[in-house]
């Protein structure tokens, strides 16, 4: 069977598509051009690559045209952000496929009622990408219920793994909290700490795309979240990053106020991105469906990328 896979050279492509090709496969891959797999593997040198700007052909009415005449039997797609995207694909390979895997994100949920989140919660999104992911996912399952048109939605938390900074405990991305944490140097936190984030391995999430295909006939028409066992809370996960390294978390929680004029505002926006959603999904749907068991918990995955960073200088312990 052959596969496209349409951004396939991202964090989640790297582990995907060697998975495609010794499962046996004929895979090609669609990108700009413009980045390369995180890890080496030999797999690639039997796929396909086509370079192609998807806004650019989207913009002429081309793109889903241009899949289809790949012939595809299965197409996964890891870079849909807005829902004329998506339309189009679906005009085009409606009845020509067996398969259509999207790529969501667990920001669909927004403010969470019950914790873990499950797949059946009332979506309230809080951003823009939030909002488009949930407009995309109800348009591909209702196609999939009402026109037969064989949509699967997966939506990962925060994706880490080599190559990849981790969402850190302070719920950005500034890799100076890190070395700080592994020196036992003081970090401050907002609030008490208690907000939660939800990773999970790349290598896990390619994975889950597998076990989609593999049960298409229940995946199919569905919707699942792709995360790691358990979340965390900030300030159990600045203990556990310190405790690598043999120190004690030194931890000053600040109220909001008072901790937002301590960073960047770029550090400002992503923590109170990620705190207000303070993710925490269940996968009890993907386990019982897809038989989806994560080789990674959440410390694990981050571990594995904190290590990466430390081995390329980008963490400074």
């Given at each position: 069977m052959r596969v496209v896979v349409i951004g396939g050279t991202g964090h989640?492509?790297?582990?995907?598509?060697p998975f495609l090709v010794e499962a046996g496969y004929e895979v090609i891959v669609l990108n700009r051009g413009k980045t390369d797999p995180y890890i080496s593997n030999s797999a690639w040198t039997y796929v396909r690559k086509i370079y192609t700007d998807r806004e650019d052909e989207e913009?002429?009415?081309n793109f889903g045209k241009f899949v289809n005449n790949l012939k595809p039997d299965i197409v996964i797609d890891m870079i849909c952000f807005n829902i004329e995207s998506a339309k189009q694909l679906v005009e085009a390979l409606r009845d020509n496929v067996t398969q259509f895997i999207s790529c969501g994100s667990i920001w669909v949920y927004g403010n969470s009622t019950e914790v873990p989140t499950t797949e059946d919660q009332f979506k309230k999104p809080l951003e823009d990408y939030g909002i488009n992911k949930a407009k995309i996912e109800e348009y591909l399952l209702r196609e999939a219920h009402c026109s037969n048109f064989p949509a699967t939605v997966l939506h990962p938390g925060h994706i880490v793994g080599p190559g990849w900074i981790p969402v850190n405990p302070a719920g950005n991305l500034n890799t100076d909290i890190f070395?700080?944490?592994?020196r036992g140097e003081e970090i401050k936190l907002p609030n008490i700490g208690m907000e939660t984030l939800h990773h999970v391995h790349a290598e896990d999430v390619a994975r889950i795309f597998m076990l989609a295909i593999k049960n298409w006939k229940n995946s199919v028409g569905e919707s699942f979240n792709v995360v790691s066992p358990k979340a965390l809370t900030l300030r159990g996960y600045a203990e556990k990053v310190a405790s690598w390294?043999?120190?004690n978390a030194v931890i000053e929680y600040?109220?909001?106020?008072?901790?937002s004029k301590t960073s960047s505002s770029e550090d400002v926006a992503e923590t109170w991105e990620h705190i207000s959603h303070s993710p925490n999904c269940s996968i009890e749907k993907a386990k019982k469906i897809l038989d989806y068991h994560p080789h990674y918990s959440s410390l694990e995955a981050i571990h594995e990328s904190v290590n990466w960073l430390i081995s390329n200088g980008i963490i400074k312990i």
């Open positions: 989640v492509g790297t582990y995907l598509v913009q002429k009415g070395s700080r944490l592994a390294f043999g120190k600040l109220p909001w106020e008072k901790w």
